[in-house]
């Protein structure tokens, strides 16, 4: 909107998360994360590599004027980036269980304010059995400009199913009617359609179990002596 180009506001967007994402490879930070880092600690299997972004403040460089006078305070920015407002992908990360999470704050910030909100968000989020300690954090004490503070949060969450299942629905019931096939089947096999949604399907499956190991087993009943 504005009278700009239909996509500066999403390439807006995509340009914030890669400026916060490679800030600590660009300026100096009390706890910097290396991107190897993030790889390492986010993907505990190869196939569930699928992260799911949000950052706080939302918003482009056209926008950064305006939400200038009601900057929110550190506190609120990692109630946001947990919020599904905040995600940059049509999900609802509560709902689901996070193998792992990572969080890049940059501005005038310490360890205490992070260590702080993460003992609030600790109940409120659902890690899985094995990674209950899961966050990876990140501090760079450059601001982005215009801006006092910012936060991006990278979460390896089940609930990027939901996406993979609906392009999956989309894309069968294109297939079905066998729409726009012929211009691929020109350069590959048709069977490559098949085994693609395959992959797809496990994939999800996987995201599924996952999602399950995390819930508590129910306590077996206990069995008492005779007599007592």
């Not at 792992?100 to 310490?110: E, K, S, W, Y």
Request: proline letters at 7%; glycine letters at 6%.
């Amino acid at each position: 909107g504005h009278g700009g180009r239909p996509f500066d506001g999403m390439n807006g967007v995509a340009a914030s998360l890669l400026l916060n994402l490679t800030s600590s490879v660009r300026f100096d930070g009390a706890l910097n994360v290396d991107l190897n880092e993030i790889t390492m600690n986010l993907v505990p299997y190869p196939r569930l590599h699928f992260l799911v972004s949000s950052m706080s403040p939302l918003t482009t460089s056209k926008d950064l004027a305006k939400a200038a006078p009601t900057m929110r305070s550190v506190d609120y920015l990692f109630a946001d980036v947990f919020a599904r407002e905040h995600c940059l992908i049509n999900a609802d990360p509560r709902r689901s269980t996070y193998l792992a999470c990572a969080l890049l704050l940059r501005g005038p910030a310490t360890i205490a304010d992070v260590s702080r909100n993460l003992g609030k968000l600790k109940s409120q989020l659902r890690f899985v059995h094995w990674n209950p300690e899961g966050f990876k954090v990140g501090l760079c004490g450059v601001p982005p400009a215009n801006l006092p503070h910012s936060l991006l949060q990278l979460g390896n969450n089940c609930c990027i199913r939901n996406t993979f299942a609906a392009m999956r629905d989309r894309f069968s019931k294109l297939y079905k009617r066998k729409v726009y096939v012929h211009h691929y089947t020109q350069y590959m096999e048709a069977g490559c359609f098949d085994e693609a949604v395959h992959t797809v399907d496990n994939l999800i499956a996987e995201y599924d179990a996952m999602d399950l190991a995390s819930m508590p087993l129910e306590e077996p009943p206990r069995m008492y002596p005779l007599g007592i």
